[in-house]
């Protein structure tokens, strides 16, 4: 079996050997046998490592049926330098920006996102912050430096992907308000009511001239619609 997840990657003082951070599962009783990290086939500047134990987690009667951290180690060929680390094809560490010896894990968006900004990819950002379902629209957004509201749309049905088809003439929707930090665009509330109220009771210092003028998100567009305060349905 493989970790849930891999949350930390930090280097020893010689910088020859990686520890890892990984969730497994937990019980009464032992749940995890022979944790190790091993290298797999390298790539150029990337360092390739996969973990594995073993456990009866599988089987519901075991007891293994929570969770808890367990560290594994891997020893490199040499210092790691600047190469990043890939665990388990898909998570993703990387030296650059990274106050060693940790090293910096990356998010959905890469080890480089793109700057909050006025830009189709921070806008992106916004999106995977509140769980936006797959194949999402942006109907439309303003944004004023720190500041962004964000409608967007999805098509339902059956069967609905980026293509339109039978059954996915309808459409949800959703408006987020959004500040601006460091992490990129941080979300404030969730607003179909239309106007400033659900917002500034949030954070009075959002911009009136943002959200004076906006329409109430359409009763069948919306389907939280009225009830303002309603988390986006994900996808």
Same mark, same amino acid.
């Given at each position: 079996?493989?970790?849930?997840?891999?949350?930390?990657?930090?280097?020893?003082?010689?910088?020859?050997?990686?520890?890892?951070?990984?969730?497994?599962?937990?019980?009464?009783?032992?749940?995890?046998?022979?944790?190790?990290?091993?290298?797999?086939?390298?790539?150029?500047?990337?360092?390739?490592?996969?973990?594995?134990? &073993? %456990?009866?987690?599988? $089987? *519901?009667?075991?007891?293994?049926?929570?969770? !808890?951290?367990?560290?594994?180690? +891997?020893?490199?060929?040499?210092?790691?330098?600047?190469?990043?680390?890939?665990?388990?094809?898909?998570?993703?560490?990387?030296?650059?920006?990274?106050?060693?010896?940790?090293?910096?894990?990356?998010?959905?968006?890469?080890?480089?996102?793109?700057?909050?900004?006025?830009?189709?990819?921070?806008?992106?950002?916004?999106?995977?912050?509140?769980?936006?379902?797959?194949?999402?629209?942006?109907?439309?957004?303003?944004?004023?430096?720190?500041?962004?509201?964000?409608?967007?749309?999805?098509?339902?049905?059956?069967?609905?992907?980026?293509?339109?088809?039978?059954?996915? &003439? %309808?459409?949800?929707? $959703? *408006?987020?308000?959004?500040?601006?930090?460091? !992490?990129?665009?941080?979300?404030? +509330?969730?607003?179909?009511?239309?106007?400033?109220?659900?917002?500034?009771?949030?954070?009075?210092?959002?911009?009136?001239?943002?959200?004076?003028?906006?329409?109430?998100?359409?009763?069948?567009?919306?389907?939280?619609?009225?009830?303002?305060?309603?988390?986006?349905?994900?996808?």
């Amino acid at each position: 079996m493989e970790p849930s997840a891999v949350t930390g990657a930090r280097l020893t003082d010689d910088r020859r050997t990686l520890i890892l951070d990984a969730q497994v599962p937990s019980g009464e009783h032992p749940c995890v046998r022979d944790l190790k990290a091993v290298l797999t086939d390298p790539v150029q500047d990337t360092v390739r490592v996969q973990i594995t134990f &073993s %456990s009866p987690s599988s $089987d *519901r009667r075991s007891g293994c049926t929570g969770e !808890s951290m367990a560290t594994a180690r +891997v020893q490199l060929s040499g210092p790691l330098g600047h190469r990043d680390v890939i665990v388990d094809h898909d998570v993703h560490f990387t030296t650059d920006g990274a106050k060693q010896p940790a090293l910096r894990l990356c998010g959905q968006l890469g080890c480089s996102p793109p700057a909050t900004g006025c830009t189709p990819a921070s806008y992106d950002q916004a999106l995977i912050a509140v769980g936006a379902p797959a194949h999402t629209y942006r109907d439309s957004q303003e944004c004023e430096g720190k500041w962004l509201v964000l409608d967007f749309s999805w098509r339902t049905g059956p069967a609905c992907s980026d293509a339109a088809g039978a059954g996915c &003439s %309808s459409r949800l929707g $959703d *408006r987020w308000f959004f500040r601006a930090e460091s !992490s990129g665009w941080v979300p404030i +509330v969730e607003g179909a009511a239309g106007g400033c109220r659900e917002v500034q009771r949030k954070e009075v210092t959002f911009p009136t001239s943002m959200c004076d003028s906006l329409a109430p998100l359409s009763p069948s567009l919306h389907p939280s619609y009225p009830p303002p305060s309603a988390s986006p349905t994900p996808g």
